[in-house]
């Protein structure tokens, strides 16, 4: 079965903190993204990438990066947390060459104090 | 971009019972999914159903691409299954766009 694994399940920070939020696969897919999960928003999307050091814009980029130098890896950088940005935060991985299923992480809940 | 209409949004059920799950989509159907998020918040990939039917146990999925819809039964239902079911398609490529959700209890 294909592993999405995130780092932290719960996380608190402080306002203007830096923050990264890790996501590996173990599947060698081409496609990772984060979301982000607000109650009666659904879920959002941050940023994706198709492939290594390629990045682009989901719907909500603002206040984020992301960084990808290595397949199996996402990173999400909150460069200065701020408390509107306290969320679930989903990592996913799909393959490009194989029915695009998606596979979610089990999220990591961030509380900006 | 494509827009991504479930109903109903809030379902409770007593255990055995069965029920419906509907996914509208604004635009052609391509990678259309079913998910199941658990009160862990755990999101399941339940199936990948671009078209026709799919079944796995008590679940089973159908797509209807020309008239873009899907649908979720679920059968003899079980506390387990509580939690929100989702349906996303993509919008290009790449980006996925999610449904608000499927609110389901299911009362012992």
């Known amino acids: 079965d294909v592993k999405v694994t995130q780092s932290s399940r719960y996380l608190v920070k402080r306002t203007g903190e830096k923050v990264f939020l890790e996501c590996v696969q173990d599947?060698?897919?081409?496609?990772m993204f984060w979301y982000r999960q607000d109650p009666g928003l659904g879920l959002r999307l941050i940023y994706f990438s198709y492939d290594v050091k390629m990045k682009e814009k989901g719907d909500i980029p603002e206040g984020y990066s992301v960084s990808r130098e290595k397949k199996e890896r996402f990173s999400l950088i909150l460069e200065s947390a701020s408390t509107n940005q306290t969320s679930m935060y989903l990592c996913?991985?799909?393959?490009?060459?194989?029915?695009?299923?998606?596979?979610f992480g089990s999220g990591t809940q961030l509380s900006v104090l | 971009g494509i827009q991504v209409e479930q109903s109903p949004p809030d379902l409770i059920l007593q255990e055995g019972a069965n029920s419906t799950l509907r996914c509208n989509f604004s635009d052609s159907v391509n990678n259309l999914q079913w998910f199941h998020q658990n009160p862990w918040g755990q999101l399941i990939n339940l199936f990948y159903i671009p078209s026709g039917t799919k079944q796995n146990g008590r679940l089973s999925a159908t797509t209807v691409a020309t008239e873009r819809y899907s649908l979720l039964y679920i059968s003899s239902s079980q506390t387990t299954d509580s939690g929100v079911y989702f349906c996303?398609?993509?919008?290009?490529?790449?980006?996925?766009?999610f449904g608000t959700g499927t609110r389901l209890k299911v009362l012992a």
């Open positions: 996303a398609d993509t919008s290009g490529t790449y980006k996925y766009i």
């Open positions: 996913a991985s799909s393959s490009t060459y194989s029915n695009e299923k998606l596979f």
């Open positions: 599947m060698d897919h081409e496609n």
